[in-house]
């Protein structure tokens, strides 16, 4: 392999986080619009869903968008790819269903936000603009008159 070859694919993999790779599993619970259980050969892993932040279950569009989550993913094999983990132990993953991106789709219904605060791979892009296409058609929560954001309303559920 030349230097400049071996070079640019080192470099490739050095933007790569040492984290990210992919396993098959099959979703067996939906705990709300944003996170699931996968079964994973043997072991049940709870994966929040990258780079969206769905209603919480108590708030206006919670129970829909769970329901919506679960229309997608329930009982179905899915591709996790690893992100991260949060500080609740948790996994965080771009789940893919059917070969397509849950996050994006999820956005695309109107059902969660892109989550700003963690969304940084290039994917990230085509869900904001996925979100102002739901924000423009009124799909899903944005046809509520002033939709609360997720982290908002866990912030104030707090006071």
């Not at 790569?16 to 067996?28: D, E, M, N, T, Y």
């Not at 790819?81 to 948790?90: C, F, L, N």
């Amino acid at each position: 392999m030349p230097i400049r070859a071996f070079a640019l694919l080192t470099f490739l993999l050095l933007l790569l986080p040492s984290f990210c790779f992919a396993w098959h599993g099959r979703v067996v619970a939906i705990t709300d619009g944003d996170t699931l259980t996968v079964l994973r050969e043997y072991e049940q892993v709870r994966i929040r869903i990258y780079g969206i932040d769905a209603p919480e279950r108590a708030q206006p569009w919670g129970d829909r968008a769970r329901q919506a989550l679960g229309d997608l993913v329930h009982d179905r094999d899915v591709e996790v790819q690893e992100m991260a983990h949060d500080r609740y132990g948790r996994t965080v993953a771009l789940v893919i269903a059917r070969g397509r991106d849950v996050s994006l789709e999820m956005v695309r219904r109107g059902l969660a936000w892109v989550y700003e605060r963690y969304c940084r791979v290039p994917a990230c892009e085509v869900m904001r603009r996925a979100q102002t296409e739901a924000q423009a058609t009124r799909s899903g929560l944005w046809a509520a008159p002033d939709p609360i954001p997720p982290w908002e309303w866990r912030h104030h559920s707090r006071l």
